[in-house]
């Protein structure tokens, strides 16, 4: 496609439940992140990968978190037995390149929502 | 550790005026610096971006940023902003030998006829 995608757009879900979110990035780009936004924040780093090596998890909230992109394309963000504070907006980016000065592309997002 | 204020959470101007949002950053290293802009129903997209070299940098519609490494600021400025300008905005750092981006809380630009 022609940019990052990202499914489900809405999730609703119950606490204790788990979710799974997936991030499609633009064709060919090595690098891959996920954020978290809080209403009236700005996007905070989660996870970064290059390729299929996850070579920074250090945003990771708790070990509920988990992602993966195994064949370093798609990647899925897992939140294991969910909390209400889990309730934001996950986004995806990728880059054309590894490192800190690429410019980022982002999705549209993941509205999560755990009642 | 990196952290990015944005000192405005909220800018109301009119059409034709001109624009700051301010920004600023600590890091004790080299950094890279962006400004990303989110239209309404949007995703994030890139506005500006400082590497190095020139400290001003410029965009496409007429936003600059200067990189002020003496007041780690990189404030966005605009002369005459539009009403399509209305939109939230993030400034972000990062740095070498790392793949962490810090992002502010955003600012909102809104454009008044």
């Known amino acids: 496609g022609a940019g990052v995608s990202q499914s489900p757009r809405y999730k609703v879900t119950k606490r204790g439940q788990d979710v799974a979110l997936r991030c499609d990035p633009i064709?060919?780009?090595?690098?891959l992140y996920w954020y978290r936004q809080a209403l009236g924040q700005g996007p905070e780093f989660l996870t970064y990968?290059?390729?299929?090596?996850?070579?920074?998890k250090s945003g990771l909230p708790n070990d509920r978190f988990s992602a993966e992109r195994p064949e370093g394309s798609i990647s899925t963000l897992t939140i294991q037995r969910t909390e209400q504070r889990d309730s934001a907006m996950y986004r995806c980016?990728?880059?054309?390149?590894?490192?800190?000065?690429?410019?980022?592309?982002f999705g549209p997002g993941t509205r999560l929502t755990v009642l | 550790a990196q952290s990015v204020t944005q000192l405005d959470s909220q800018v109301p101007v009119f059409e034709e005026a001109p624009v700051e949002l301010r920004c600023n950053y600590s890091?004790?290293?080299?950094?890279?610096l962006f400004w990303y802009v989110q239209y309404p129903n949007q995703g994030l997209q890139l506005l500006l971006k400082?590497?190095?070299?020139?400290?001003l940098v410029e965009s496409i519609n007429g936003f600059e940023a200067e990189f002020n490494k003496s007041q780690t600021s990189f404030h966005l400025r605009k002369p005459s902003v539009h009403i399509s300008d209305t939109a939230e905005y993030f400034c972000?750092?990062?740095?070498?030998?790392?793949?962490?981006?810090?992002f502010g809380a955003g600012t909102r630009l809104f454009v008044k006829a």
């Open positions: 990968f290059n390729y299929e090596a996850q070579q920074d």
């Open positions: 064709s060919g780009h090595v690098s």
């Open positions: 890091s004790s290293v080299s950094v890279y």
């Open positions: 980016a990728s880059s054309l390149v590894k490192g800190p000065s690429d410019t980022q592309y």
């Open positions: 400082y590497l190095s070299g020139s400290t």
């Open positions: 972000a750092v990062s740095q070498g030998g790392g793949f962490k981006t810090i």
